[in-house]
């Protein structure tokens, strides 16, 4: 069962430019994610494009969709900025796709510490396994279909778009 | 749908004792990982215990099995030594528990550069959520059922026990 | 012979905060890093200010001279912003302390892979506890007196202000 | 003023094997270690030998007295095992070379969570530029010379060989 990985970037893949001060982006540190993920699961990588996705416009999410919809395998991470993932999924789910489409990212860079970046790959990788057809977010440990999904900018976290804010309690420790 | 998390240590949570030079078990890494992971669905983590799967005897396999029988989630992650996982895999899989069971590990442990245990404790926590009622393995970014899953120790990956042997292509990259 | 550790903050101690995606400031790093670093020196940790050094005035640095005059030991570590590390070289070395004064930093936080904070914090504890008194930059894994230092910043490195520009082979490997 | 740096391995290189659980050799980290450095100086990395310091021999020893002597540089850094780093300096303390060479190593591998590894290395750059011709031992913050020196086996920690164990209140914060 292979898996393509299409690489947008987003804050996954920001890298510290030591000269100038800033998080930009040089290359992707999938490589070395799968690397010490040791996988046995063929894994084809692809960087689609590597941009903060607050920069992303509709050509540049197009770009996802003609790549998702190129790939000979039924099975697809897209990994993505968090500020616009819920729109690029949503793009992605309109569009109807016969395959099983997971967007994840990070909201900590894999490059510093105590990132999130390694535990939502893995989560991704095992989705991309088990979900049907369909686009989804996956991220804090929770699968979301792409038309009930947002990004709450105040807490960091991903909630769905109608029910979560009045729903505090699913979010404390059992 | 909240999930319980049972420690039992293996190469995942070894710790380098300074003293002595060992690897050996002080406490678990899991909290630290849960904090980075940034998970918003509830988590209940229980040490069972903290040792090598190697110096497991059939009570201390007795020992999880009873904490997932008395367990109030119908989903739980049993962290394990990679060596016997298979054998403890199988006590729990015979008992025929109507919950979904998922046991994962790594070969190099959260402390050490370049581990594995984020990765597969990330596809865990994925996987125990997806899948229906059974006892699973999960190493190397796939699922095993617990009836047909070995570690092959030449190479450090966990494969189906009857098929894989002969099937080196499913491990090539695409 | 006992040591003063004044943090001002600097690239060094910058934190990545995850809601804004910004590196900004929330505490120091420096307790975490004595406590690997197993000294047996004893060592008194200031935080002065946490501040990115380009955004110091005169009265930030006068805090610094401050807290070196005011200090019991005669050696001092100043942890520093490196885009205006000499200027604060500067004004400590004209006020003629009879004290061992050492900056240091680093074009990488500490929090971030690769980074050179905990090498350049070792370097300078055994500067500051071998040189005599006076006012030093360490950087580069080499020390500078405070009116011959300068940050090439095209580069990322310090070197003397007159003559390494033109000195391109004391840099090359051996 | 170029550094020579002598590798014969120790705690300090130790690498996780994951096929077998051991800690074991298998390269030297010193390369990835300068890199993130960012040192300016040049300095000259000779692999001597890769070996716990417990099991080396009159003969591993008097290699290491070879390539000081041989050394073009009179400034030079021997990383070593912690547990025999104070016999080896007393070998190359007796032949009373007329060069700088700091000895040092880790209590934490490099390549495990919370090393003291790059604290040491970067305590060690700067001690053998500043040091007069000697052998030393530079360990927990400090300097100690070849001929006054022991490892605290139950402290983890080095020390006078003459006076420290009765002098605790030199190792208390102050």
């Known amino acids: 069962m292979s898996i393509r990985l299409i690489v947008t970037g987003g804050t996954f893949d920001k890298h510290y430019d030591e000269l100038n001060g800033q998080l930009t982006f040089r290359d992707t540190h ?25 920069d992303m416009g509709p050509e540049d999410r197009q770009r996802v969709l003609e790549s998702c919809r190129r790939a000979a395998e039924g099975r ?6 968090t500020d616009t993932m819920a729109e690029t999924a949503r793009v992605l789910g ?16 894999y490059a510093v510490q105590r990132s999130d970046a390694v ?7 095992a989705a991309v396994q088990l979900l049907p057809a369909g686009v ?37 420790e059992s």
Do not use: C
């Not at 697809?76 to 900025?81: Q, R």
């Not at 309109?94 to 860079?109: Q, Y």
């Not at 535990?119 to 990788?125: E, I, K, P, R, T």
């Not at 999904?149 to 505090?168: C, T, Y």
């Open 30 to 54: 999938l490589p070395e994610i799968l690397q010490a993920a040791r996988m046995s699961e063929a894994i084809e990588v692809e960087i689609n494009q590597l941009v903060d996705s607050l």
């Open 76 to 81: 697809i991470i897209v990994t993505h900025g």
């Open 94 to 109: 309109e569009a109807g796709l016969e395959k099983t489409v997971v967007l994840t990212g990070a909201m900590v860079p």
């Open 119 to 125: 535990f939502n790959f893995g989560f991704s990788v």
């Open 136 to 172: 989804y977010v996956a991220m804090n440990g929770r699968v979301f279909p792409w038309d009930n999904v947002r990004k709450n900018k105040a807490e960091g976290q991903f909630e769905r778009a109608g029910s979560d804010a009045a729903n505090g309690a699913a979010r404390s």
